[in-house]
């Protein structure tokens, strides 16, 4: 089976050119597709819209309605870092859509895998909050959705944006269906993801956090899922896999204090496709989150799809690494390997 896109000029009406998280991002990634001939090998699949019942599964209906109220009335500042426009509570609708349609996509057996090419991103939003350039926690709406709809047991969402998904934890921290896996920088914001926070009553034990220090590159990442994320999910054993998406670990980022390549990302899409095959039958859906040098977002998503094809050796780097300086991660993987109900 072929590999899923999922892309829409709908995703390019919530924007402000001056704000990090414009539509500039997804036109980058289209014309780097385009130009590398890729779309001509994927199956494209057409988002649909997320209902109102799908998204308050996640989300408290009073954030949503706030939400969709600001927006009618022209939109604004919900909050210092986060946007509206009259398009956005549709176009945030579309993206949680679009990742419910790469679900029923990979699990009703359309496609092997999918890459939902989504904005505004969503890992930040929490039950009662939109926050950090995201308005609805779109892997979230997506992995209920994959229990509720789809009657699976087990999810697995692995978050490797540079920011902490703190949303996605709050929402699913005391859920035992779900496993949450989250590398970032920490500290850093929004100041969450300790590796101490494992996740509260039934769901303790599926929280994964793995706080890396400033200027981590690719080796101490690819150590910290080899030796800790790979273990735990297999002892989890998921059903499907869902992937927040995010590229701003890499070295050029504007935002995000990471040395990671291209190459790098790669190799860690290598990882969990091969973890996908072993542990749920390939069953792997990403989505777009962070990233906002153009360059490095395009090259690292196109990167993720030759991966996903099963391509990994057509890969290619553009932009090449930088020097990592050496880096202690010593306490943290201790830590978890001597504490988290998945690892000890």
């Known amino acids: ?17 001056e704000h990090p998280e414009n539509a500039s991002r997804l036109r980058a990634i289209r014309q780097a597709l385009q130009r590398s001939g890729i779309l001509a090998e994927l199956v494209r699949l057409e988002p649909r819209y997320a209902s109102i019942d799908e998204v308050v599964q996640v989300h408290h209906l009073r954030m949503l309605e706030h939400v969709q109220r600001m927006a009618m009335f022209g939109g604004g500042r919900l909050n210092p870092d986060t946007y509206l426009v009259q398009e956005s509570w549709d176009t945030a609708l579309l993206a949680a859509g679009a990742v419910l349609r790469a679900v029923e996509a990979v699990l009703g057996g359309e496609v092997a895998n999918a890459f939902a090419l989504v904005r505004p991103p969503g890992h930040h939003a929490t039950p009662s909050a939109a926050m950090g350039f995201c308005l609805i926690n779109n892997v979230a709406v997506a992995a209920r959705a994959a229990i509720q709809q789809h009657g699976l047991q087990r999810v697995a969402i692995i978050d490797w ?32 993801g300790h590796w101490r926070e494992m996740g509260t009553g039934a769901g303790l034990g599926t929280t994964l956090n793995l706080p890396l220090p400033f200027h981590t590159g690719d080796a101490p990442v690819l150590r910290v899922y080899e030796e800790l994320v790979l273990p735990a999910v297999r002892r989890f054993a998921p059903q499907l896999i869902i992937v927040s998406a995010g590229y701003d670990c890499h070295w050029r980022d504007p935002l995000a204090p990471m040395l990671m390549s291209v190459a790098g990302y790669a190799q860690l899409a290598a990882m969990i496709y091969d973890l996908a095959a072993e542990v749920c039958e390939g069953r792997l859906v990403c989505a777009l989150e962070g990233g906002y ?52």
């Open 1 to 17: 089976m072929a590999t899923a896109y999922l892309l829409d000029d709908r995703f390019l009406l919530h924007d402000d050119w």
């Open 161 to 192: 944006d540079t920011h902490h998904g703190n949303g996605t934890q709050d929402i699913f921290y005391d859920d035992p269906a779900v496993l949450y896996v989250s590398s970032h920088t920490y500290p850093f914001y929004p100041g969450s």
């Open 293 to 344: 040098d153009l360059e490095a977002l395009a090259a690292g998503v196109l990167a993720t799809l030759r991966v996903l094809q099963g391509r990994a050796d057509a890969v290619e780097d553009p932009l090449g690494a930088q020097p990592a300086p050496r880096v202690d991660i010593e306490t943290m993987v201790n830590g978890l390997r001597r504490s988290h109900p998945l690892l000890a």
